[in-house]
């Protein structure tokens, strides 16, 4: 049994890495998973699991203490470990360090569904929420998408957005934090959220045609980033039938008031990997659901494993 570290990770991952591990899985038979989520006092602990035939199977467990950040020192507010097993003989093969691996698989994950999704010509991006997912996502869907050169950084906290536009900027990265969030969202070509929102931030009447709109944040059923017209005005997909319908607030509510029905999703990433869906016009607006789970981590840390055994 290996034991994989941060370091690890990012000695051999990079976004294309990333984004090609999901793409192959993602050729692979649909997995089988299964999460489980306790929670007190809005801390939180997620224990997901996948098994993906003729690839790998794993368990990824997590605490999410949104405070964390906030304490002196910091910590994550996420933090956590994979099991990797061997899909042949059962045994486990490595134990990867999960807050760095995390943030590969989330942002990969939205990255994916972007490099189908989103207009090959796209040249503006915002990005709404400034936490630790914010950097990761504008790096990995820049990476798919090298004709951005324009970000904005919407933030509750403008500081926080102000530091992250900073950092951007050292490594070459143009961005701007914008304080008008709708202006914003009305000039953008590419969306992506990742913030703690049980209120929709993103109004579908202020989206343009052909903008393609990446939801990360909203992962319990109370959670939403989006607002109905954002989802009726656009083509919806998910990352995952499994880990997005009855589990997140983004599909489950706009379900339960009959906003939107199951037929409304247009298709996976298995669908989208696979041709068997994706935009149609480059004056449809597409909506991403990123949902994550297990199995994105298994593929990414048997990518990783694998490199590393090199």
């Known amino acids: 049994m290996r034991i994989v570290t941060g370091d690890d990770i990012r000695s051999v991952c990079s976004w294309p890495f990333a984004v090609e591990a999901l793409r192959a899985g993602h050729r692979m038979p649909p997995a089988d998973l299964k999460d489980s989520l306790i929670e007190s006092t809005g801390r939180k602990m997620l224990v997901r699991t996948a098994w993906i035939p003729g690839l790998a199977s794993g368990v990824k467990a997590v605490t999410i203490y949104p405070d964390n950040p906030s304490q002196d020192p910091p910590a994550p507010s996420v933090q956590g470990q994979v099991l990797l097993f061997d899909e042949a003989e059962g045994h486990v093969v490595a134990v990867l360090e999960g807050v760095e691996l995390t943030a590969w698989k989330t942002a990969g994950d939205s990255a994916l569904g972007a490099s189908c999704l989103a207009r090959a010509d796209v040249r503006s991006m915002l990005m709404v929420g400034a936490g630790s997912m914010a950097r990761p996502l504008i790096e990995a869907h820049c990476s798919v998408r090298p004709s951005i050169d324009q970000v904005m950084i919407w933030n509750r906290s403008a500081p926080r957005a102000e530091e992250l536009a900073a950092s951007l900027g050292k490594d070459g990265i143009s961005a701007q934090v914008v304080s008008d969030l709708d202006a914003a969202v009305s000039r953008a070509d590419l969306i992506s959220t990742a913030t703690m929102s049980t209120?929709?931030?993103?109004?579908?009447?202020?989206?343009?045609?052909?903008?393609?709109?990446?939801?990360?944040?909203?992962?319990?059923?109370?959670?939403?980033?989006?607002?109905?017209?954002?989802?009726?005005?656009?083509?919806?997909?998910?990352?995952?039938?499994?880990?997005?319908?009855?589990?997140?607030?983004e599909i489950m509510i706009p379900m339960a008031s009959?906003?939107?029905?199951?037929?409304?999703?247009?298709?996976?990433l298995h669908d989208l990997v696979q041709g068997k869906a994706g935009r149609t016009s480059d004056d449809e607006i597409t909506v991403f659901k990123n949902g994550g789970g297990a199995h994105l981590d298994v593929m990414i840390a048997h990518a990783v494993y694998q490199a590393l055994c090199r």
Do not use: C, N, W
Request: charged share 25%.
């Open 199 to 249: 209120e929709p931030l993103i109004r579908g009447a202020a989206l343009k045609p052909g903008t393609h709109v990446d939801l990360v944040g909203a992962y319990t059923p109370s959670m939403r980033e989006a607002d109905d017209e954002t989802l009726t005005r656009g083509r919806l997909f998910v990352d995952s039938y499994a880990t997005t319908i009855g589990h997140i607030g």
């Open 258 to 268: 009959g906003v939107i029905a199951r037929e409304t999703l247009q298709g996976d």
